[in-house]
């Protein structure tokens, strides 16, 4: 996220929705939005433990007491209310976004399932003065 207009950025929502096959799919992910660190190259084609693909199923690289998690939430959550996401960033901020299968039991009945998703990130801006 970068600001380069004249006015601050007064806020950040993220609308979800989400497409899955017959299933309940998307109740098994887990969606941390993060401040990116040091340690985390967004784009670098490799997931949070450094091997291996980013996205699903890799271990994230933070605890859930992480200062740097805007939000961790379950995807089929997103998609019920647009969510703040300008809580203590700037306005140069990198975010990165890490999706996880929650352990269950029983995911044989997932196997071969699809899941398109659609964010839309919404910034508005702050109040301008009159000139």
Do not use: C
Request: charged share 30%; aromatic share 6%.
């Amino acid at each position: 996220m970068k600001n380069e207009g004249s006015l601050d950025i007064g806020s950040v929502l993220l609308d979800t929705s989400f497409e899955v096959d017959e299933s309940d799919f998307a109740n098994y992910i887990l969606v941390t939005i993060s401040k990116s660190d040091s340690n985390q190259s967004p784009g670098n084609g490799k997931g949070p433990d450094g091997k291996g693909p980013p996205g699903l199923g890799n271990k994230p690289s933070h605890s859930p007491k992480d200062k740097n998690i805007i939000k961790n939430i379950p995807l089929h959550e997103l998609e019920e209310q647009e969510q703040e996401l300008l809580e203590g960033i700037d306005d140069s901020e990198k975010l990165t976004v890490t999706f996880e299968f929650e352990k269950t039991e029983d995911q044989n009945h997932l196997q071969g399932e699809t899941l398109t998703f659609d964010w839309i990130f919404k910034a508005m801006q702050t109040d301008g003065e009159e000139r």
